[in-house]
């Protein structure tokens, strides 16, 4: 273990500061491989600022992002609060093959091999242990948190390694992502037509009128016309239907981006952003749909193909020769593999299902990209899918202490476990107006009364928790005690 950095991070809503220090773990590629003594360097993050180690407290695990993390979690929504009012010991770990936790040739294809949720869990285990060797804490519980992604990995921790995590805190966790998803966008499609919700049934007519326009460019080859429209600079074959979904995808993301990652209160929301300009009087809706999009870019054309998706997935392919400029990278690789052969969920639109975007964004893109990317056919998605659901529970995860949050207008939200099971301390809460992990964000004063009270609920469980979670530490010391204390006397008699 090496001492990497120290560096100061503000705890947001709160008068103080947390000091940052990030170790590098040399971890092992492969965990099941016997013979196989390859390791990478693997990053983490301890805060102890405020860490009382007579308190008993709990270890609180902030699991990384399917995107390189800084170990910020600090200012994570409930984390850094809870960091101070606990007197707990905090610690975040980025994800194996994302940021700096990878070596020079591990995103080629030969090595993707090793990005799955089972050696990650392991890495998890590995750290775990050197903490608790390296800071003497063998009896400490452990909460794991995440957002998105790592909200799904916190849950899986809790499942499958129930006696090293105590409790798993999930901010819009997607655990019932699955091969078939077409209600992902369809939930755009019931948002923007709620008027609960900033949106009414003419916004969504006038959003499908307009991608009902785009579609008929497409259906007919007129993809130029499109790229005219949408100042879309690159050219390709006007009937290869990969290319018609490469376009009808980033038109639709115009749409669906800003419904996902929402947050405001209901005069002032951004998906109600939507709707106002759709519903003004005697507008065209393509119309509306071109100057979204020049609003959003008015200076450069954009590169929209199928190659460019392809090239994005296939960076560092050959391996990492140039850090700086990998830095620069977003994880785009890792997450795609991951989506075709750790999840296998497939995202696409289809109108019959109250998506009001491109038909054309179908399922055939998504596979097409992950047979041409990584060689996963469309058959291995959908067994990776049913082997995903199967070990992890999907929507009914075997496991009790789960806490989950949710915002009402995430897209993913259909596919989220949002029923509480009291008797398994399995909490949900549903936080109406908001999209993706907003209740990670700093808290406002000009946020919904409706996230406040999400945010007060979340807080009452984990408090319990933590207590339970120090009786129960407390009562497996004792009893190591008493096996010492029993063996010495045993041993004392020979």
């Avoid at 990384?64 to 994570?76: E, K, R, T």
């Avoid at 090293?164 to 019932?176: D, E, I, K, L, W």
């Avoid at 106002?276 to 009087?281: A, E, G, Y």
């Amino acid at each position: 273990m090496m001492r990497l950095f120290v560096a100061l991070l503000a705890v947001c809503c709160h008068s103080c500061s947390a000091s940052l220090t990030g170790f590098i773990f040399n971890q092992k590629l492969d965990h099941f491989t016997a013979g196989n003594n390859r390791t990478f360097p693997q990053r983490y993050w301890v805060v102890d600022d405020h860490w009382n180690k007579s308190s008993s407290a709990p270890v609180l695990l902030y699991l990384g992002l399917a995107a390189p993390f800084n170990g910020g979690m600090a200012s994570y929504g409930i984390f850094g609060p809870a960091l101070i009012e606990h007197s707990a010991l905090g610690v975040g770990i980025e994800n194996r093959y994302y940021g700096r936790s990878l070596a020079e040739d591990m995103l080629k294809l030969e090595n993707l091999q090793y990005l799955t949720f089972e050696q990650s869990l392991e890495d998890t285990k590995a750290i775990q242990d050197a903490i608790k060797k390296n800071y003497s804490i063998p009896n400490l519980k452990w909460i794991t948190f995440g957002a998105s992604y790592s909200g799904m990995k916190s849950v899986i921790h809790r499942v499958t390694m129930p006696d090293r995590v105590f409790a798993a805190f999930g901010s819009s966790a997607p655990v019932n992502f699955q091969y078939d998803m077409p209600n992902y966008l369809g939930h755009v499609g019931e948002v923007i037509r709620d008027d609960q919700r900033g949106g009414s049934q003419t916004c969504y007519d006038n959003v499908r009128e307009a991608f009902a326009i785009v579609d008929s460019y497409l259906n007919s080859n007129q993809l130029d016309v499109l790229r005219t429209d949408f100042n879309i600079c690159s050219s390709s074959n006007a009937t290869d239907d990969k290319e018609k979904f490469a376009i009808a995808r980033y038109l639709s993301g115009l749409i669906a981006d800003v419904n996902q990652y929402s947050f405001s209160n209901p005069a002032i929301n951004t998906y109600a952003g939507i709707c106002r300009p759709f519903t003004r009087p005697g507008v065209q809706p393509y119309d509306v749909l071109k100057k979204m999009l020049a609003d959003s870019s008015p200076e450069t054309c954009a590169t929209i193909s199928y190659q460019a998706l392809l090239d994005d997935l296939n960076k560092w392919s050959n391996g990492i020769n140039d850090w700086e400029e990998y830095d620069k990278d977003s994880g785009g690789r890792s997450w795609g593999f991951e989506i075709c052969n750790n999840m296998g969920f497939n995202v696409y639109c289809n109108t019959t299902k109250g998506c009001p975007m491109s038909n054309f964004a179908s399922q055939l893109g998504q596979s097409a990209m992950c047979q041409d990317a990584f060689g996963i056919s469309d058959q291995q998605m959908r067994a990776n899918s049913a082997k995903f659901l199967k070990t992890y529970g999907g929507a009914n995860p075997l496991t009790t202490r789960l806490l989950l949050t949710h915002g009402a207008v995430d897209c993913g939200y259909p596919y989220e476990m949002n029923t509480t099971v009291e008797n398994k301390e399995i909490y949900s809460f549903t936080t109406a107006y908001v999209g993706h992990v907003v209740d990670l964000n700093p808290a406002t004063g000009y946020e919904p009364v409706a996230l406040y009270e999400t945010r007060k609920a979340v807080a009452q469980v984990l408090q319990k928790w933590v207590q339970d979670a120090k009786t129960a530490g407390s009562s497996q010391t004792y009893l190591s005690s008493v096996t010492i204390v029993f063996l010495v006397f045993f041993y004392s008699l020979y």
